[in-house]
């Protein structure tokens, strides 16, 4: 579904990836072009994907099993996303909340995450673009396209995100803007297409410009938990961590088939966030098309506002018909 943000998390970057990007080609995962372990429990390459290995030039920024292998040519032409623990359907709305413990004290958070009708063309693999809005104590601190496409395999991909921050409702910019292929940057695993426990780690995104490195592993599964919109059987746990700032802990994301995250929690950091799905909506065309063009317009300020980055990408576009 979606990859909820890390920045207010202590995290201070969104998804922390680094490192030099120009060996790097793409995430590893099983069944979408990762080292998986053999029967010796070493790791050995393998992609059943289509794309090719990762080469020993790669980086193991996650540990052992984790060097990327990317291929543009592997992904679909259209930018349909069904992965059965990631779906995202244009005209969906995902509203999670919850609250942050820090030492100061606790905010209150809101997120809504809007699967939009727009897709964008980056490094010639046509993402679809999410939508999503962050709330702390009701006043709006981010608001952000993030960029996705699934692979011939079925493993979802992030691209990229623009995120435009606020402070007491003033813009203050989007310096943790990241594009695969542009400043090092590259795309990553944001769902494995038949996650296992026991599989490496992998890399969710990468960018150096960013201070952005994000390892994610399946950490457990036929999990069973309530949450506002329901009660969820079967659910897989997801393990993410910034190697990079190991003092802020790690998240643990909760993933029903066919709903996609119900539920974040945190483990050791400063700072405690914990948000479950509240609700989803299905929005009318007339909304839907409300939507396409208010993330239009975002995407159009980033080309003003990221001149080094945002403005090298292809404009959105309109991929969903709407009246």
């Known amino acids: 579904m979606f990859q909820p943000h890390r920045r207010l998390l202590a995290l201070s970057s969104a998804f922390t990836l680094l490192l030099t990007m120009s060996t790097v080609a793409s995430c590893g995962a099983p069944d979408a072009g990762q080292a998986q372990p053999n029967s010796t429990g070493t790791s050995g390459p ?20 984790s060097a990327v292998s990317f291929d543009k040519t592997a992904f679909q032409s259209s930018p349909t996303i069904d992965n059965k623990w990631f779906p995202l359907k244009p005209g969906t709305v995902y509203t999670t909340t919850g609250t942050v413990a820090a030492e100061d004290g606790t905010t209150e958070r809101r997120v809504t995450h809007t699967v939009t009708g727009l897709t964008k063309v980056i490094d010639g693999v046509k993402t679809l673009v999410m939508w999503d809005r962050d709330y702390q104590d009701g006043a709006l601190v981010e608001s952000e396209l993030a960029f996705f496409a699934q692979d011939n395999a079925g ?29 090092g940057s590259q795309a990553g695993i944001a769902m494995q297409a038949k996650p296992r426990t026991g599989t490496p780690e992998y890399v969710q995104a990468h960018a150096a410009s960013v201070g952005f490195l994000d390892c994610a592993r399946a950490y457990e599964d036929n999990v069973a938990l309530c949450v506002p919109t329901d009660c969820y059987e079967g659910v897989l746990v997801i393990d993410e961590h910034n190697p990079l700032e190991p003092d802020v802990g790690h998240q643990r994301k909760f993933y029903s088939a066919g709903t996609g995250l119900v539920r974040v929690t945190a483990e050791g950091g400063v700072k405690q966030e914990t948000l479950d799905l509240e609700k989803i909506e ?20 980033g080309y003003e506002v990221s001149k080094d980055v945002y403005a090298k990408t292809a404009p959105a576009e309109l991929a969903t018909k709407t009246p």
């Not at 393998?46 to 540990?63: D, R």
């Not at 991909?157 to 594009?179: C, D, V």
């Open 282 to 301: 299905k929005l009318s065309d007339a909304q839907l098309a409300d939507v396409n063009e208010q993330a239009l317009e975002l995407d159009e300020h």
């Open 46 to 65: 393998a992609s059943p994907s289509g794309s090719p290995t990762a080469t020993s030039q790669a980086p193991e920024l996650c540990g052992p099993g």
């Open 155 to 183: 493993a979802v991909w992030l691209f990229g995100e623009y995120p435009e921050e606020f402070e007491n409702e003033k813009f203050m910019g989007a310096p943790n803007t990241f594009i695969h292929g542009i400043s």
